[in-house]
């Protein structure tokens, strides 16, 4: 039996042929392929590429998989704690999207709070010279903000917002040692502190609507929302409801409950900024996730571990 890397999700080009180099290949056009596959072909997977989707009943399909390699630094899709217990490695490509998730947390600030997009329209639209100068807008120097997660990436915007002069605090379920930023126990504690929050933990059952009603109530009608985790760890619905009523001052959002779907309510708002989950989407970035998805593979057929195993197959490490 030939052992296959089965390739699922929009790699570029560059990942297929360094990937069919390296092992024999099987592409998979969509999601639904992998369901037309016979017992024989799937049996053939020993590795398998994806965008992020790996949920338990795709990874039993494949009973002689060895390792799941993940595009992007986020696995809520993948099953990971599943395939742990099957040990099946499962990897990701954190760290080289640091920096651009960074740079498109501080393009939503300040976006949103010099409402950008909403007075390129007034200029487009030829309102400057019938109505005159736009309304004044908030500056970010000096203002507080609240990162929820300080991670990898909560880590990369913190050090971004020093060159603004703003105040960091931030919180996550533990305290991190070793940095200089307020550590709050207590979210609505931080919210009610915050001029701006910026959500950058993980998505999962572990956060789902973490930024509850009552956090929203506490960043209140003068606050900002920055939500680049996933559109799962807000409440999206009491989040609409506060920008609304203005209870909620203002939101800048990468990523949605139902993506691509976005509550179209959301797109009269001018105090509100909306991109299509673009955290992570220039080409550089985009080339370094694929590389790592590659370099994942290799390194773990070659020494027994990738580059980058998600911390619930640490265990499964073998040093061959
Ligand atoms: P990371 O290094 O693992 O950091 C995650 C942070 O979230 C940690 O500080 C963690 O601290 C905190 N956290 C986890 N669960 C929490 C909870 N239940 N309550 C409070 N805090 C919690 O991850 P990263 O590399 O920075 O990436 C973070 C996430 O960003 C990814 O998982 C992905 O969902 C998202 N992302 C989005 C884009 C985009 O395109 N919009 C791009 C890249 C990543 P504790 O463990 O101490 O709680
Ligand atoms: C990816 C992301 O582009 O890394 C992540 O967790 O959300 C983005 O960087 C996305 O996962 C692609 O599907």
Same mark, same amino acid.
């Given at each position: 039996?030939?052992?296959?890397?089965?390739?699922?999700?929009?790699?570029?080009?560059?990942?297929?042929?360094?990937?069919?180099?390296?092992?024999?290949?099987?592409?998979?056009?969509?999601?639904?392929?992998?369901?037309?596959?016979?017992?024989?072909?799937?049996?053939?997977?020993?590795?398998?590429?994806?965008?992020?989707?790996?949920?338990?009943?795709?990874?039993?399909?494949?009973?002689?998989?060895?390792? $799941?390699?993940?595009?992007?630094?986020?696995?809520?899709? $993948?099953?990971?704690?599943?395939?742990?217990?099957?040990?099946?490695?499962?990897?990701? &490509?954190?760290?080289?999207?640091?920096?651009?998730?960074?740079?498109?947390?501080?393009?939503?600030?300040?976006? &949103?709070?010099?409402?950008?997009?909403?007075?390129?329209?007034?200029?487009?639209?030829?309102?400057?010279?019938?109505?005159?100068?736009?309304?004044?807008?908030?500056?970010?120097?000096?203002?507080?903000?609240?990162?929820?997660?300080?991670?990898?990436?909560?880590?990369?915007?913190?050090?971004?917002?020093?060159?603004?002069?703003?105040?960091?605090?931030?919180?996550?379920?533990?305290?991190?040692?070793?940095?200089?930023?307020?550590?709050?126990?207590?979210?609505?504690?931080?919210?009610?502190?915050?001029?701006?929050?910026?959500?950058?933990?993980?998505?999962?059952?572990?956060?789902?609507?973490?930024?509850?009603?009552?956090?929203?109530?506490?960043?209140?009608?003068?606050?900002?929302?920055?939500? $680049?985790?996933?559109?799962?760890?807000?409440?999206?619905?009491?989040?609409?409801?506060?920008?609304?009523?203005?209870?909620?001052?203002?939101?800048?959002?990468?990523?949605?409950?139902?993506?691509?779907?976005?509550?179209?309510?959301?797109?009269?708002?001018?105090?509100?900024?909306?991109?299509?989950?673009?955290?992570?989407? &220039?080409?550089?970035?985009?080339?370094?996730?694929?590389?790592?998805?590659?370099?994942?593979?290799?390194?773990?057929?070659? &020494?027994?571990?990738?580059?980058?195993?998600?911390?619930?197959?640490?265990?499964?490490?073998?040093?061959?």
């Amino acid at each position: 039996m030939s052992e296959e890397i089965f390739v699922a999700g929009p790699f570029f080009p560059r990942t297929v042929e360094a990937l069919k180099s390296r092992f024999p290949v099987r592409l998979l056009d969509s999601r639904d392929a992998i369901n037309s596959l016979s017992e024989e072909d799937l049996s053939k997977a020993m590795g398998f590429a994806t965008f992020g989707w790996a949920p338990a009943e795709v990874i039993d399909k494949m009973p002689n998989l060895k390792i $799941v390699s993940s595009f992007g630094v986020g696995y809520d899709g $993948v099953a990971a704690a599943h395939a742990a217990k099957k040990g099946i490695m499962v990897s990701h &490509t954190p760290d080289v999207l640091n920096d651009e998730v960074a740079n498109t947390v501080m393009a939503l600030i300040l976006s &949103t709070s010099r409402r950008v997009v909403a007075y390129d329209k007034y200029v487009r639209a030829g309102r400057w010279p019938k109505e005159g100068d736009a309304p004044l807008t908030r500056g970010i120097g000096g203002k507080t903000v609240g990162i929820v997660g300080l991670g990898r990436i909560g880590e990369a915007v913190a050090e971004k917002l020093s060159v603004f002069h703003c105040d960091v605090a931030y919180h996550s379920r533990n305290e991190k040692p070793g940095v200089p930023y307020r550590y709050f126990a207590s979210l609505v504690d931080l919210a009610t502190n915050a001029d701006i929050l910026v959500v950058i933990t993980p998505g999962g059952p572990a956060t789902n609507k973490l930024v509850n009603k009552d956090v929203i109530e506490a960043l209140g009608p003068e606050g900002m929302l920055v939500n $680049v985790s996933r559109g799962t760890v807000v409440d999206e619905e009491a989040m609409v409801a506060a920008l609304q009523d203005g209870r909620l001052g203002s939101a800048g959002l990468d990523v949605f409950e139902n993506e691509p779907q976005v509550p179209e309510v959301l797109f009269a708002m001018d105090n509100v900024v909306l991109t299509p989950h673009i955290g992570s989407a &220039t080409e550089e970035t985009r080339n370094a996730m694929n590389d790592r998805v590659v370099e994942n593979l290799i390194s773990y057929f070659d &020494t027994g571990s990738p580059v980058n195993p998600v911390p619930e197959c640490a265990g499964l490490i073998t040093g061959n």
